[in-house]
């Protein structure tokens, strides 16, 4: 029975996630959240096959009791803006503290997560990690600026996802670990962007879920240390 942690678990795509994960018979879901109080309502019908902790991406050293072994790690975790965040548009913007934010956010914690996960994943089976990253982390591709923290933090989720895709497998093979650009989705994260949304193809968190997933269950061993768009296509670094 597959068991795949989930960290984001309250957030639009991670709660799509998880919702789809768990229409298949055969899969148990750990969702990650700072309030899992907050997802009580649509979370308790799932019963056993879903259990929700308490984590925090801004958790320097998360501890995660858990029993069984993993099968998968979706990291759904992102933030552009909110509590002193704010995507800049030029050098003045900058801010000392928003970045250290955006950088814990969007790439530590997720290298942190797997480090506190690792004991989980030393089994036999095929592991399977995916990042949620971004189109406009990619350096080869970024050719309008701005949005400093969030662009170079995402681009740091990258990195790490390479370096792990390069330790792992001497360690836990059978893995692949990589980084996806789920597309442009409605979630809180784009909510203040509707004007410019409204000239890019946007999907809604069921669909990008099932992109996702779509690019999930085809990865093997050959994809390691991939970065791929929502289309299955592959991405500059």
Not at 143 to 159: C, E, H, I, T, V
Not at 194 to 210: E, R, Y
Request: charged letters at 20%; one cysteine or more; hydrophobic letters at 40%.
């Amino acid at each position: 029975m597959p068991h795949i942690v989930v960290a984001g678990a309250t957030g639009g795509i991670g709660r799509a996630l998880i919702q789809q994960l768990l229409e298949r018979p055969d899969t148990t879901v750990t969702g990650l959240c700072r309030r899992p109080d907050a997802a009580a309502d649509w979370a308790a019908p799932y019963g056993d096959a879903l259990s929700l902790l308490p984590w925090d991406a801004l958790d320097p050293a998360p501890e995660l009791a858990l029993q069984e072994d993993i099968d998968g790690v979706i990291y759904a975790v992102g933030r552009l803006h909110g509590e002193g965040i704010r995507p800049e548009k030029r050098l003045e913007d900058l801010d000392a503290g928003a970045l250290a934010t955006a950088f814990q956010i969007n790439a530590s914690a997720f290298v942190l997560l797997v480090q506190a996960l690792l004991p989980r994943l030393r089994h036999k089976r095929l592991k399977r990690i995916m990042a949620v990253s971004a189109k406009v982390g990619s350096i080869g591709d970024n050719g309008f600026g701005g949005w400093y923290g969030y662009r170079a933090s995402k681009a740091a989720l990258n990195m790490l996802t390479r370096n792990l895709s390069i330790e792992l497998p001497r360690r836990i093979r059978p893995v692949t670990c990589v980084a996806v650009h789920p597309g442009t989705t409605r979630t809180r994260l784009s909510e203040p962007f509707q004007q410019s949304l409204a000239q890019l193809q946007v999907h809604g968190p069921h669909d990008t879920a099932t992109n996702l997933l779509s690019i999930y269950d085809g990865l093997d061993t050959e994809h390691n240390g991939q970065f791929f768009s929502w289309d299955g296509s592959s991405l500059p670094w």
